[in-house]
């Protein structure tokens, strides 16, 4: 099925040729993408798409730390996770989750895959991300194609899906068929995480959407910049609230991710 993008990048791309060559000479240049723009502040560096909403950030002494809070709580599939053979990125960022799983589960198949190969570029020469490996595979190609792909159905034991283009006004996939495909792609204990918009209409959408297609949809409390991540179950679970808060102690000691307050932030929600 069709699915339509609402990404500025497709609609720069699909945009028909001028058929009159004065109209080319005088037609400004459009670039497929949007412009890959950097900011630096504090100690922290920032990816932009050429205006002032932020893609992602890593702290420059830091550089596989996910610095901002809402790329922390990306991570909250490790509280029924411990070892995930196989986790996947839908959009690349800072690569802030990309290196965060590859430092954290050095034997895992970590994959992450990004429309835009400007991303991929700047996220080399200047968000510390690593060439490619037997682990590590960065993949220069739509998502859409590679959740329905079904080459990679079943295969994921998490699956993070932050997909912004330069407008920020919700993500670029968000139709009940993408969200089905992206459950496809987990195996039966699978779980994706989504970042999400709490104060914009996308966030209702995207959570019907995920209803459809999942099971077992929760989502932990806004952060102080609007973002909301929503967890989204292959099979329904449990929320075992102490279970739970044994394994955050365990995830803060290991990694120093605040999961404790994920936990309280389910505690919440189920109230």
């Given at each position: 099925?069709?699915?339509?993008?609402?990404?500025?990048?497709?609609?720069?791309?699909?945009?028909?040729?001028?058929?009159?060559?004065?109209?080319?000479?005088?037609?400004?240049?459009?670039?497929?993408?949007?412009?890959?723009?950097?900011?630096?502040?504090?100690?922290?560096?920032?990816?932009?798409?050429?205006?002032?909403?932020?893609?992602?950030?890593?702290?420059?002494?830091?550089?596989?730390?996910?610095?901002?809070?809402?790329?922390?709580?990306?991570?909250?599939?490790?509280?029924?996770?411990?070892?995930?053979?196989?986790?996947?990125?839908?959009?690349?960022?800072?690569?802030?989750?990309?290196?965060?799983?590859r430092k954290t589960w050095p034997e895992a198949q970590v994959t992450t895959v990004e429309l835009n190969p400007h991303v991929i570029a700047i996220c080399r020469s200047m968000f510390k991300l690593p060439e490619n490996d037997a682990h590590l595979h960065v993949l220069e190609m739509d998502a859409l194609d590679f959740v329905n792909d079904p080459a990679n159905h079943g295969t994921l034991d998490a699956l993070q899906?932050?997909?912004?283009?330069?407008?920020?006004?919700?993500?670029?996939?968000?139709?009940?068929?993408?969200?089905?495909?992206?459950?496809?792609?987990?195996?039966?204990?699978?779980?994706?995480?989504?970042?999400?918009?709490?104060?914009?209409?996308?966030?209702?959408?995207?959570?019907?959407?995920?209803?459809?297609?999942?099971?077992?949809?929760?989502?932990?409390?806004?952060?102080?910049?609007?973002?909301?991540?929503?967890?989204?179950?292959?099979?329904?679970?449990?929320?075992?609230?102490?279970?739970?808060?044994?394994?955050?102690?365990?995830?803060?000691?290991?990694?120093?991710?605040?999961?404790?307050?994920?936990?309280?932030?389910?505690?919440?929600?189920?109230?």
């Amino acid at each position: 099925m069709l699915i339509k993008r609402k990404s500025i990048e497709k609609e720069e791309s699909s945009r028909p040729a001028s058929k009159s060559a004065a109209a080319k000479k005088s037609a400004p240049y459009k670039p497929k993408f949007a412009p890959v723009t950097l900011s630096e502040q504090d100690g922290v560096r920032y990816l932009h798409f050429g205006t002032e909403w932020v893609q992602g950030a890593m702290r420059i002494r830091k550089p596989d730390w996910p610095e901002l809070e809402y790329a922390q709580q990306m991570m909250a599939f490790m509280l029924w996770i411990e070892q995930p053979r196989a986790v996947a990125q839908l959009g690349l960022g800072t690569a802030a989750l990309t290196k965060f799983c590859r430092k954290t589960w050095p034997e895992a198949q970590v994959t992450t895959v990004e429309l835009n190969p400007h991303v991929i570029a700047i996220c080399r020469s200047m968000f510390k991300l690593p060439e490619n490996d037997a682990h590590l595979h960065v993949l220069e190609m739509d998502a859409l194609d590679f959740v329905n792909d079904p080459a990679n159905h079943g295969t994921l034991d998490a699956l993070q899906v932050d997909l912004y283009d330069a407008t920020a006004r919700g993500p670029v996939l968000d139709s009940a068929e993408f969200y089905a495909a992206c459950a496809a792609c987990l195996n039966g204990d699978g779980i994706m995480t989504v970042n999400l918009f709490g104060d914009h209409p996308s966030y209702a959408k995207n959570l019907k959407a995920m209803k459809y297609a999942f099971p077992q949809v929760i989502s932990l409390p806004e952060v102080h910049d609007g973002n909301v991540v929503a967890l989204a179950f292959k099979r329904a679970r449990p929320l075992d609230l102490p279970a739970l808060e044994e394994r955050a102690r365990d995830i803060a000691l290991q990694t120093k991710l605040p999961a404790k307050s994920w936990v309280k932030g389910l505690a919440t929600t189920l109230r």
